[in-house]
């Protein structure tokens, strides 16, 4: 389904609208894991999320028609923005679904680019009930954050300016929601860079994609963490590819989410939202699997409230 | 004194310690701004500011009787860090006169790098008579934070580093505290970059730079901003320099640098310290001088308690 052409069309299609964000090293944090960290900057990316590619990728190959109608989505927040950004940047409608306990920097976001937000409760059912709604009343085309090969051809984007700058890597390592950003990363890999090894980190409180592949099927799991863009399950199209091209998922909890998080403020003087901080827990965790190595880590934000931020590193103290 | 040749080979010298520093840009700064901002971002060189520069430049000319005895200094902070760093890489040791007041995260800083540190109270008398013992003690060499041309000439090498990458622009800000920085961008800027205007930044609440650029004599003021690398007064060797090369001075105060801090977390998703934030707060302040025109900015350092951050945040809303 998704070529290496698929690939590379899309990065040709998306990047007069986004950035090419830097890849950082840092010689503290390769101290701490022991091995050598490339860091993906997604959170140098418009909108401050790789959700970015995805949402320009699938809004620019609309037709006309659809185009005139606008588009819709539901997402818990940068996806958001992104959609509503791209909308605005084709002059055409946003309708987006929020549930109510998304970020108020990321509802502030979708905003500012014109977006109409649809508040619900923090459920999938409420916002695909929600969604579905809006939809009917407008005839907008849904464009789905993560279930939707030309969303996952975009977010593969990020992980193909990852290995045109960066070779020989061992380890590549992404965080694990609905698993777009997985699935793109894991098939620019396998085109692009065939011999390194596709991770992926999930928050324990939301760890159905570590369940999922232990038992080889969909599985559910509670949505609990501080991870706000990880709440999500696999969905029927990103599930295959994950288990198809995944090796292993590593699971950490909130205070290892809070923990790396710090360290990345603190030695790399950038701001990353917990959902990045995910892969550096997970790196910082499983020692073992990273000693010696050259991984690349994608931080897929950095959309924060700086008041939440502050108050998680107080409580994690 | 400083000729394009001596800021040339300060920067060969000290480049394989240091790192070469990024330059970014911001769509949305820009837009607060009303022109085209350019941040060089030595928050994110080595120890966190870009005194590694200055430090580096100056131990490395130590003959080997000096090294043998070491280097010693008093600072508020990240000039700290630099000597114990630069001293380290050499294998020499580094004596540390810091304010009792230091943030937590610089003295931790100095210590990581295995400084002795000696506490004393937060005034200019108190440092340097604790410095004078510890050199009668040590026979140890003094390099002082800014009234060094080594140092200085080593601090010119950002604004270097600047003018290599963008060209053209109208006006280079920089922060001033005791004009070590701000002399060796404004040399840095007559010999690279002579169609760029010199302009630099300081808090309202200590703002003897301002003064002394009035009176045109060196004038003292009170020391009391939030700014922490900015309340020492310009020596007798950057007054001339500041007094000849900088055009203008513009102060601003605590809840301005706030304010400028908090929008440049928020849109550049990098951490600066509050002395960063005062160029910053500078720009959106005088607006006049500074719309349709590209500005470079640097960005002297990101060392910040975070948990201080917060409560600057918090009481700024």
């Known amino acids: 389904m998704i ?7 899309a990065h040709a299609r998306i990047r007069p609208y986004i950035h090419r964000t830097p890849v ?14 490339f860091f993906k900057c997604e959170n140098f990316q418009k909108v401050g999320a790789f959700k970015a590619r995805g949402a320009m990728n699938a809004v620019l190959q609309l037709t006309p ?15 958001a923005q992104a959609i509503a950004r791209s909308a605005k940047l084709l002059g055409i409608r946003a309708y ?28 999938l059912e409420a916002r695909e009930s929600m969604l579905r709604d809006v939809i009917a009343r407008t005839g907008a085309t849904e464009i789905h954050p993560f279930n939707n090969y030309d969303v ?26 609905g698993g777009g950003l997985l699935s793109g990363t894991s098939m620019a890999t396998r085109y692009f860079s065939p011999r390194t090894a596709v991770l992926a980190a999930e928050p324990a409180g939301a760890d159905d994609a570590y369940r999922s592949m232990l038992s080889g099927q969909p599985e559910v799991s509670q949505a609990n963490s501080i991870a706000d863009g990880l709440l999500t399950s696999l969905g029927d199209k990103t599930f295959p590819i994950v288990r198809e091209n995944v ?15 710090r360290q990345v403020w603190e030695k790399m ?26 991984t690349g880590i994608i931080l897929s934000g950095g959309n924060v409230d700086l008041e939440r931020a502050l108050q998680l590193f107080q409580a994690g103290r």
Do not use: W
């Open 247 to 261: 090796q292993q998922i590593i699971t950490v909890t909130d205070e290892e989410i809070v923990q790396a998080m």
């Open 96 to 123: 987006i679904v929020m549930p109510r306990t998304a970020p108020a920097v990321k509802k502030r976001g979708v905003e500012g680019f014109g977006g109409e937000i649809f508040e619900c409760e923090p459920t």
């Open 3 to 9: 070529t290496s052409a698929t690939i590379l069309t």
């Open 24 to 37: 950082m090293t840092s010689a503290g944090m390769d101290q701490l894991a022991g091995g050598s960290l």
């Open 65 to 79: 028609e659809q185009r005139a109608a606008g588009v819709a989505t539901h997402s818990s927040g940068n996806h």
């Open 152 to 177: 996952m051809a975009g977010q593969a984007t990020a992980a193909l300016e990852l290995y045109q700058e960066i070779t020989d890597l061992d380890i590549v390592i992404a965080p694990v929601g």
């Open 269 to 294: 003087k950038i701001i990353i939202e917990p959902s990045s901080a995910v892969p550096v827990a997970a790196v910082l965790k499983a020692g073992d699997v990273f000693r010696g190595k050259r």
